[in-house]
């Protein structure tokens, strides 16, 4: 066979393989996509906020209803054992951001803090749970609860921060490390399509709580969180922006900040190789410093350092967080005479 001949036939060949892998791979991973949806049915309700629908869950009677914002990774099902300790004692509510969980898909390329903010205060309303409220952010969702509390201060009773991103850390984070830094999550976007994030379980969802069950899996590695992780990522300049033209945080509303003991936990461990990056380091050493500063805008704040805790506090520390929140629930009907 003719050389030229022989190295057509290996460029055809590779070419077929390179085309194969990934349609089978998004075949798979729809398949898979199918199959979940009708295994883990949603557990709360559906909401209309104006187009498009947010799940919600929400658990326990009375009042003031908690309401948990989960991290980058987390939504309506995450911190359950905080959530169902609460729930004893007042009405608990956590959801499914905008392409999380089951929730419908995130309506645009880019999606701010400001509008996040907006999701939230429209699902609240639709649903009819009334004000005011005692929120609990996680990590990313602390943008989210902090923008809400600086927009509808009313609404707020109390703010418990569970070592939550805040308006100081998001504009160090742009300084230090870039904008771009964390639209790297974007590439995963189509690692989900073709089924390579279930394949390679880079958040480690099949060693994690509920492993057996696949929960986990189903509801991360699809398209549909990773577009909305990404629209976040995009969204983290205006989100800046937003901040420095939204109203001050109020500074009589009862805050608690719980910081972690140690540092692990911001990097799933699939890619930590992230954290090894030294402007990463950097960002690292202030958080702590900056979410003491947070704490004290307001005249009622409060800063603790959780003992033996990381980053994912109401995971590895539940009763800590449940017995924080528990207390301000306490301080807040007496106040109001409940």
């Known amino acids: ?22 349609l089978c791979g998004a075949l798979y991973q729809a398949w898979c996509v ?23 869950v929400c658990i326990g009677k009375g009042e003031p209803t908690v309401v948990f914002e989960g991290g980058a990774f987390q939504g309506s099902v995450s911190e359950e054992a905080a959530r169902t300790e609460i729930s004893s004692q007042t009405q608990v509510c956590s959801y ?21 903010a907006e999701d939230l205060r429209l699902l609240l309303e639709r649903a009819a749970v009334r004000p005011p409220y005692i929120l609990v952010p996680s990590s990313l969702g602390g943008l989210t609860v902090e923008m809400f509390a600086r927009r509808y201060p009313e609404r707020v009773a109390g703010l418990v921060f569970v070592d939550a991103g805040t308006s100081d850390i998001l504009e160090r984070g742009l300084a230090v490390i870039g904008p771009k830094y964390p639209q790297r999550v974007c590439l995963a976007r189509w690692a989900a399509r073709i089924g390579l994030l279930r394949l390679l379980d880079p958040l480690g969802m099949r060693r994690g709580p509920g492993a057996g069950s696949g ?14 992780l990404c629209a976040i990522a995009r969204g983290l300049p205006q989100s800046a922006r937003e901040f420095r033209d939204a109203p001050l945080f109020p500074p009589d509303v009862p805050l608690v900040v719980l910081n972690h003991d140690n540092s692990s936990g911001f990097i799933p461990p699939g890619v930590d190789f992230l954290s090894r990056d030294s402007r990463f380091a950097s960002l690292m050493e202030q958080w702590t410093p900056l979410e003491e500063k947070f704490s004290k805008r307001s005249r009622q704040g409060t800063f603790r350092i959780v003992p033996g805790s990381n980053h994912m506090i109401a995971n590895n520390q539940p009763h800590v967080v449940a ?3 528990l207390e301000m629930i306490s301080e807040v009907r007496k106040k109001s005479g409940h």
């Open 1 to 22: 066979m003719p050389i030229r001949s022989r190295a057509s036939r290996v460029l055809l060949i590779t070419l077929a393989v390179l085309v194969a892998l990934p």
């Open 34 to 56: 199918h199959r979940e949806a009708i295994k883990f049915p949603p557990p709360g309700r559906l909401v209309d906020i104006g187009g498009r629908r947010l799940h919600l």
């Open 96 to 116: 499914d951001r905008a392409g999380m969980g089951w929730s419908d898909p995130v309506p645009s390329r880019s999606i701010s803090a400001g509008q996040l």
């Open 215 to 228: 929960r986990g899996v189903a509801l991360l590695y699809r398209a549909e969180p990773m577009d909305s």
């Open 323 to 325: 017995t924080t929140i």
